[in-house]
């Protein structure tokens, strides 16, 4: 040691420990470098403080913590978040203290971006190339050897490590939030869900809390609509257009004018071009500028979210288009059967109202999934398509029918079924066009095993047959036909209950009659 570094070598000045200085709440980008000294010897805590007092890398200071032993620091790391370094002894409550703490942090706490610079007054004790071999640690010094030059040039090397480190981690858990946030946005269906999904997407990859707004221009008509809104701009949701008097409007418009993302604290707007030509704009206002890292991230998320607008855009036109195609096909069969009027409009809104109810009631679990639920009401209205097939002079027949005409009539539940199934079979996957097939083929079977036309019985009738079976019933004697007058509603209810368990499921009546308990007026409005 030179004399003119004489003070810099001696670890053992005695200072006061210095109260630490305390840690920002901004911006992870802005906060101190937390950095945990741990040795048995408050000398070494004092003059590492000393040392380290004006120290400062990217504009941001240090933030030191102290623990006297490999325990009391393990606590410290356990519990305390984005430590950056630690400046470990080797030798504390026992030989090989700093050593063990060291493998505990990477192998128990599983942290593997905080550096470790083990520091050491007995390098006898731990020889530098085993225990740089044997430990995951980033510097091994003596302290022998550490100047007030040399602890700041390793401090600021390992400051420097982390926050490379910290970075590739912080855009690994973004990455990864974004390809699972965009993968489960694929799953929604509705706009204003996904719009929700997206701005609670962009808080978690800001990984903060953020008040956002997401607003939809469509093509150049300058009309921009309020799709969602969240926290402090929750009340948004409720207005139709955005109010140009608000105070995020001018960035949102000079994003859409531009067509390019702005971030101008406290207003971030995203923007994003679909090739469907729309155009949306995420606002989020976090408490603190976005960070480099956090833009590029938010950028690449809004590549991956055109892509899902417009998917969603494609899934809402098949999706029309294959409820435009369900309802032909019922205007179809309700055309030559004029006298029904309303029937397989009303079905179609008592039968999703009773798969509701009966999935509330906890019936059925297994057979009453979510696309069951989402489709049998508008598949409920093909159950007497088979009716193309019927004969006029049967069909429209005023009166009786002979047994012969009735089982005429009755081939209309295979007829209808064949001609759905061949229909979904062009589809890949479950679409109304199945459960209308189930319907339209199993809506006269009999829970007992005595409908038609294949006499299945109790559970081999399809449950959403079994549902519209009670529904058609039900509805058909509320209302006139031409062969028969409306039945009064306490009679109709009188012939349904006296049949469950028989030609009707018990548990779908059951929920039939928890419905109107709720709503009296079920089947009582007029055609």
């Given at each position: 040691?030179?004399?003119?570094?004489?003070?810099?070598?001696?670890?053992?000045?005695?200072?006061?420990?210095?109260?630490?200085?305390?840690?920002?709440?901004?911006?992870?980008?802005?906060?101190?470098?937390?950095?945990?000294?741990?040795?048995?010897?408050?000398?070494?805590?004092?003059?590492?403080?000393?040392?380290?007092?004006?120290?400062?890398?990217?504009?941001?200071?240090?933030?030191?913590?102290?623990?006297?032993?490999?325990?009391?620091?393990?606590?410290?790391?356990?519990?305390?978040?984005?430590?950056?370094?630690?400046?470990?002894?080797?030798?504390?409550?026992?030989?090989?203290?700093?050593?063990?703490?060291?493998?505990?942090?990477?192998?128990?706490?599983?942290?593997?971006?905080?550096?470790?610079?083990?520091?050491?007054?007995?390098?006898?004790?731990?020889?530098?190339?085993?225990?740089?071999?044997?430990?995951?640690?980033?510097?091994?010094?003596?302290?022998?050897?550490?100047?007030?030059?040399?602890?700041?040039?390793?401090?600021?090397?390992?400051?420097?490590?982390?926050?490379?480190?910290?970075?590739?981690?912080?855009?690994?858990?973004?990455?990864?939030?974004?390809?699972?946030?965009?993968?489960?946005?694929?799953?929604?269906?509705?706009?204003?869900?996904?719009?929700?999904?997206?701005?609670?997407?962009?808080?978690?990859?800001?990984?903060?809390?953020?008040?956002?707004?997401?607003?939809?221009?469509?093509?150049?008509?300058?009309?921009?609509?309020?799709?969602?809104?969240?926290?402090?701009?929750?009340?948004?949701?409720?207005?139709?257009?955005?109010?140009?008097?608000?105070?995020?409007?001018?960035?949102?418009?000079?994003?859409?004018?531009?067509?390019?993302?702005?971030?101008?604290?406290?207003?971030?707007?995203?923007?994003?071009?679909?090739?469907?030509?729309?155009?949306?704009?995420?606002?989020?206002?976090?408490?603190?500028?976005?960070?480099?890292?956090?833009r590029d991230l938010l950028e690449v998320f809004c590549q991956r979210i055109a892509a899902a607008f417009d998917n969603l855009y494609m899934f809402g036109q098949l999706r029309k288009a294959q409820e435009a195609t369900v309802v032909a096909l019922a205007d179809l069969a309700e055309f030559r059967d004029s006298g029904t009027g309303g029937h397989v409009r009303r079905v179609q809104m008592l039968s999703s109202s009773l798969a509701q109810r009966l999935a509330a009631r906890g019936a059925y679990a297994d057979e009453l999934t979510p696309?069951?639920?989402?489709?049998?009401?508008?598949?409920?209205?093909?159950?007497?398509?088979?009716?193309?097939?019927?004969?006029?002079?049967?069909?429209?027949?005023?009166?009786?029918?002979?047994?012969?005409?009735?089982?005429?009539?009755?081939?209309?539940?295979?007829?209808?079924?064949?001609?759905?199934?061949?229909?979904?079979?062009?589809?890949?996957?479950?679409?109304?066009?199945?459960?209308?097939?189930?319907?339209?083929?199993?809506?006269?079977?009999?829970?007992?095993?005595?409908?038609?036309?294949?006499?299945?019985?109790?559970?081999?009738?399809?449950?959403?047959?079994?549902?519209?079976?009670?529904?058609?019933?039900?509805?058909?004697?509320?209302?006139?036909?031409?062969?028969?007058?409306?039945?009064?509603?306490?009679?109709?209810?009188?012939?349904?209950?006296?049949?469950?368990?028989?030609?009707?499921?018990?548990?779908?009546?059951?929920?039939?009659?928890?419905?109107?308990?709720?709503?009296?007026?079920?089947?009582?409005?007029?055609?």
């Amino acid at each position: 040691m030179t004399d003119s570094n004489a003070a810099d070598d001696n670890w053992l000045i005695q200072e006061d420990e210095e109260t630490a200085p305390v840690a920002g709440s901004g911006s992870p980008d802005q906060r101190l470098w937390r950095v945990l000294i741990v040795d048995d010897d408050v000398d070494v805590h004092a003059v590492t403080r000393l040392a380290l007092r004006n120290v400062s890398f990217k504009g941001r200071e240090l933030e030191l913590f102290s623990a006297y032993s490999g325990r009391e620091a393990y606590d410290f790391l356990r519990d305390t978040p984005d430590i950056a370094l630690v400046l470990l002894d080797v030798v504390m409550e026992t030989d090989d203290a700093g050593l063990l703490l060291a493998r505990r942090i990477r192998e128990e706490l599983h942290n593997a971006i905080v550096r470790v610079v083990l520091r050491t007054g007995q390098p006898g004790q731990a020889p530098e190339q085993r225990v740089i071999i044997e430990y995951d640690i980033n510097d091994y010094k003596a302290k022998t050897e550490l100047t007030t030059q040399k602890l700041f040039t390793t401090v600021i090397s390992a400051l420097r490590a982390y926050e490379s480190l910290n970075m590739l981690e912080r855009s690994r858990i973004g990455l990864g939030k974004i390809l699972a946030g965009a993968t489960n946005l694929y799953q929604i269906h509705s706009l204003r869900e996904f719009a929700s999904g997206v701005l609670n997407q962009v808080s978690a990859i800001l990984d903060v809390g953020a008040d956002g707004v997401l607003c939809l221009m469509q093509g150049d008509t300058g009309v921009t609509s309020v799709v969602a809104a969240t926290g402090g701009y929750a009340a948004l949701s409720e207005s139709e257009l955005m109010p140009t008097g608000h105070p995020l409007w001018p960035t949102i418009a000079k994003a859409f004018a531009e067509k390019k993302s702005q971030f101008d604290h406290p207003a971030n707007v995203l923007f994003i071009h679909t090739q469907e030509n729309r155009e949306v704009a995420i606002s989020v206002t976090p408490p603190w500028p976005l960070a480099q890292i956090q833009r590029d991230l938010l950028e690449v998320f809004c590549q991956r979210i055109a892509a899902a607008f417009d998917n969603l855009y494609m899934f809402g036109q098949l999706r029309k288009a294959q409820e435009a195609t369900v309802v032909a096909l019922a205007d179809l069969a309700e055309f030559r059967d004029s006298g029904t009027g309303g029937h397989v409009r009303r079905v179609q809104m008592l039968s999703s109202s009773l798969a509701q109810r009966l999935a509330a009631r906890g019936a059925y679990a297994d057979e009453l999934t979510p696309q069951l639920l989402d489709m049998i009401g508008l598949a409920s209205i093909l159950h007497d398509v088979g009716k193309v097939a019927t004969p006029d002079h049967i069909l429209l027949k005023p009166g009786i029918h002979t047994p012969e005409e009735r089982a005429e009539m009755q081939t209309h539940a295979a007829v209808g079924k064949s001609i759905l199934e061949r229909a979904a079979n062009m589809v890949d996957g479950v679409s109304y066009l199945t459960y209308g097939a189930e319907i339209a083929g199993g809506h006269h079977e009999h829970y007992d095993g005595n409908g038609y036309p294949n006499q299945l019985k109790g559970k081999e009738i399809p449950v959403s047959a079994r549902i519209v079976a009670v529904v058609d019933v039900f509805d058909s004697l509320l209302h006139e036909r031409p062969y028969k007058d409306p039945w009064p509603h306490t009679e109709v209810m009188t012939y349904i209950t006296d049949r469950s368990g028989k030609q009707f499921d018990p548990e779908v009546v059951a929920a039939l009659l928890d419905l109107i308990e709720r709503d009296p007026t079920i089947g009582r409005t007029p055609d």
